[in-house]
Nanobody, 120 residues
Framework: VQLQASGGGLVQAGESLRLFCAASGDITSITVMGWFRQAPGKQRELVALTADGEGTRYADSVKGRFSSSREYARKTTYLQMNSLKPEDTAVYYC???????????????WGQGTQVTVSS
């Protein structure tokens, strides 16, 4: 299983960016798919996750500014980031949680990370 993310870059505060991620490989289903981020010196944190049959869960810090969705058939997800702030600067990682042969157990897969830098 591979996750390929794209769309990062350098923008000014208030501008927008859109990240895209596509999963490939031997995948029967993806239970949860979305985005985490990690800023320098900080732990990786949830940004937005969409689970099967449920809505998208967002970090409080991005609610109202970011939106995310999945296209289940194509195994893709995007993250639309508006009104970006310098504190959004981080490496953004695509995440997919895929069921294993053990009931209720999922394996986490990560993309390679894409840098988002927001200047003030």
């Amino acid at each position: 299983v591979q996750l390929q993310a794209s769309g990062g870059g350098l923008v000014q505060a208030g501008e927008s960016l859109r990240l895209f991620c596509a999963a490939s490989g031997d995948i029967t289903s993806i239970t949860v798919m979305g985005w985490f981020r990690q800023a320098p010196g900080k732990q990786r944190e949830l940004v937005a996750l969409t689970a099967d049959g449920e809505g998208t869960r967002y970090a409080d810090s991005v609610k109202g500014r970011f939106s995310s969705s999945r296209e289940y058939a194509r195994k893709t997800t995007y993250l639309q980031m508006n009104s970006l702030k310098p504190e959004d600067t981080a490496v953004y990682y695509c995440n997919a949680q895929i069921p294993t042969a053990v009931a209720g157990v999922h394996k986490y897969y990560w993309g390679q990370g894409t840098q988002v830098t927001v200047s003030s």
